[in-house]
C-alpha cells in the first residue's frame, strides 16, 4: 500500500485545514489509517484513527473537538479535517495504514506497516 498525504501548509491560529491520505495499490477496506504528527525535537504522536470497515475513530486527547477524521469511499481517501488550530499543531502530519486494525494499538505507531511521506502543517500569525 503507497500512502501519498496532501492539504498542509501555513495557517493563521484558529484557522482551518483539510488533510487527505490517498491509497494506491489497494482499497483502504479491511485496514485501519491513522493520523500522526511529529513536530520538530519531537517525538511522533497519534492524533486520530478510523476503521475503513465500521468507520471506529479515535483521538488525541489535544485535538478531541477540533479535528475529525472521516472516510470518502468514491476517492478511497482518508481526510483529517482541522478546526481551530492552535500553535502547538504545528508539525509533519503523516497517515499510516495497517491490516491489524485491534482498536487497543491502533494509538501507536508501532502498529502501522505503511507510511506516507508526510505533509507540513505550520500554524503561525
Known amino acids: 500500500v503507497q500512502l501519498v498525504e496532501s492539504g498542509g501548509g501555513l495557517v493563521q491560529p484558529g484557522g482551518s485545514l483539510r488533510l487527505s491520505c490517498a491509497a494506491s495499490?489497494?482499497?483502504?477496506?479491511?485496514?485501519?489509517v491513522g493520523w500522526f504528527r511529529q513536530a520538530p525535537g519531537k517525538e511522533r504522536e497519534f492524533v486520530a484513527y478510523?476503521?475503513?470497515?465500521?468507520?471506529?475513530?479515535g483521538y488525541a486527547n489535544s485535538v478531541k473537538d477540533r479535528f475529525s477524521i472521516s472516510r470518502e469511499y468514491a476517492e478511497n481517501t482518508v481526510v483529517l479535517q482541522m478546526n481551530s488550530l492552535k500553535p502547538e499543531d504545528t508539525a509533519i502530519y503523516y497517515c499510516?495504514?495497517?491490516?491489524?486494525?485491534?482498536?487497543?494499538?491502533?494509538?501507536?505507531?508501532?502498529?502501522?506497516?505503511?507510511w506516507g511521506q508526510g505533509t507540513k502543517v505550520t500554524v503561525s500569525s
Open positions: 499510516a495504514a495497517t491490516s491489524r486494525a485491534i482498536l487497543s494499538s491502533l494509538g501507536v505507531p508501532a502498529s502501522y506497516a505503511y
Open positions: 495499490g489497494r482499497s483502504f477496506s479491511g485496514y485501519a
Open positions: 478510523i476503521r475503513w470497515n465500521g468507520g471506529s475513530t
